[in-house]
Nanobody, 120 residues
Framework: VQLVESGGGLVQAGGSLRLSCAASGFTFDDYAIGWFRQAPGKEREGVSCISSSDGSTYYVDSVKGRFTISSDNAKNTVYLQMNSLKPEDTAVYYC??????????????WGQGTQVTVSS
């Protein structure tokens, strides 16, 4: 299982970024892909998840209405569209994979992370 994140960067508050998680080495359709983030000095936080098998999606309350997770199964890629970004969204963002559904996920495969910095 290999996961590679991309799309991070520096953006002003109110701006947008789209993160990508390119997956390889497994049958993408059977997996849940989650996005997590970790800010300096804080614990890792689950941000969003999509179950590739049925398309169900989940979001942490702090990003609902601003972030959208989507999956392109043909490209084995999951995206996280982040709009109306806030300085508190600043973190390293990771994607992770689990062979099942989001609700029962115990993520064991992780990417290397991509830095998102939102300036005020």
């Amino acid at each position: 299982v290999q996961l590679v994140e991309s799309g991070g960067g520096l953006v002003q508050a109110g701006g947008s970024l789209r993160l990508s998680c390119a997956a390889s080495g497994f049958t993408f359709d059977d997996y849940a892909i989650g996005w997590f983030r970790q800010a300096p000095g804080k614990e890792r936080e689950g941000v969003s998840c999509i179950s590739s098998s049925d398309g169900s999606t989940y979001y942490v309350d702090s990003v609902k209405g601003r972030f959208t997770i989507s999956s392109d199964n043909a490209k084995n890629t999951v995206y996280l569209q982040m709009n109306s970004l806030k300085p508190e969204d600043t973190a390293v963002y990771y994607c992770a994979a689990y062979p099942g559904l989001c609700l029962t996920a115990d993520f064991g495969s992780w990417g290397q992370g991509t830095q998102v910095t939102v300036s005020s």
